[in-house]
């Protein structure tokens, strides 16, 4: 935040553990304590509103939003609503949504998408600085920051032979178990920027967080293999998201295997038309506004009624 020119006012608090009784208590008593820096903080920067993007950290502090009676607006980017979202939404002007949220469509929400860094739009360029010749495809292979076990193993075993081009970013963790199986393979930690690597892909394997809203900026076919443990699984309600659209396909993670990877990727570059037809619902999906619509909202909320 520094960095990009805002004040970092930090608080001290944790997520409240649902099955250490001892951890829940504690956290309980810094929620107390972060509540009141919550107030302080608010009282001495006084802002016209408050954004909060969910997660405990928001909690006190849009507590204290409430009790000061500054106007709240919140931004929910996974496919359901958070703890802290579904606590303070009754007491919010406005509720953002990334996902279509079932029962989730009063005057209170409004389908704002999830906002990601504009597409990069040198293509050319991007595919050149990854040494891509004029029509070869290009497969983008990721799982986030931390990369995912299992699409790291299964994909450079499933991409071995030179058939087309592959960038795997694998996260740091895995990395040093991996490696490339040719020269056609560009295996690295992470790539930066990463919207390079979407910008020159043809298809991505990837999880299903909120990078498939990055995935649909691109207009990016996609074989998504959602974590299983995330929140409310709200991964594989992401993939199933895009799959219903006609955008991706879904693999469980349990069934993720090297030969059906392969397979679900061979089938999908084998059918040119089938690319087509997925690359515009990706597209469809693209929230570009997804920022500035949610700036407009908070704008809304900070003027007098």
């Not at 502090?61 to 106007?71: N, S």
Request: net charge positive; proline share 9%.
């Amino acid at each position: 935040m520094p960095a990009a020119g805002y004040p970092l006012e930090p608080i001290r608090v944790e997520g409240i553990s649902r099955t250490n009784p001892l951890k829940a208590a504690r956290a309980v008593g810094r929620a107390r304590l972060a509540l009141g820096a919550a107030r302080r903080i608010l009282a001495r920067h006084r802002p016209d509103a408050v954004l909060g993007g969910g997660g405990y950290v928001a909690g006190p502090v849009g507590l204290a939003a409430v009790a000061r009676r500054i106007p709240l607006v919140l931004a929910e980017a996974d496919s359901h609503l958070g703890l802290t979202n579904r606590l303070l939404a009754p007491r919010a002007r406005r509720v953002c949504l990334a996902f279509p949220i079932e029962g989730r469509d009063g005057p209170r929400y409004r389908l704002t998408g999830r906002p990601v860094p504009p597409p990069e739009t040198d293509r050319a360029g991007a595919r050149a600085e990854f040494r891509l010749t004029e029509g070869e495809t290009c497969v983008l292979v990721f799982g986030g920051s931390l990369g995912a076990r299992s699409i790291n193993l299964a994909a450079v075993e499933a991409f071995a032979r030179p058939d087309f081009r592959v960038l795997h970013t694998s996260g740091h963790r895995d990395f040093a178990d991996l490696a490339a199986p040719g020269p056609h393979y560009d295996l690295r930690p992470y790539y930066q920027p990463f919207g390079r690597a979407l910008a020159a892909a043809d298809l991505v394997v990837a999880r299903a967080g909120g990078s498939v809203f990055e995935v649909a900026a691109y207009g990016l076919p996609a074989v998504l293999v959602p974590y299983p443990h995330a929140s409310a699984d709200h991964q594989t309600t992401n993939a199933r998201w895009m799959e219903r659209a006609g955008a991706a396909v879904v693999i469980p993670d349990a069934e993720v295997t090297p030969e059906r990877l392969a397979r679900e990727v061979g089938d999908l570059l084998a059918d040119p038309a089938r690319l087509d037809v997925m690359r515009a619902a990706s597209k469809q999906l693209a929230r570009p506004d997804a920022a500035a619509d949610i700036a407009a909202e908070v704008l809304a909320a900070a003027r007098p009624a």
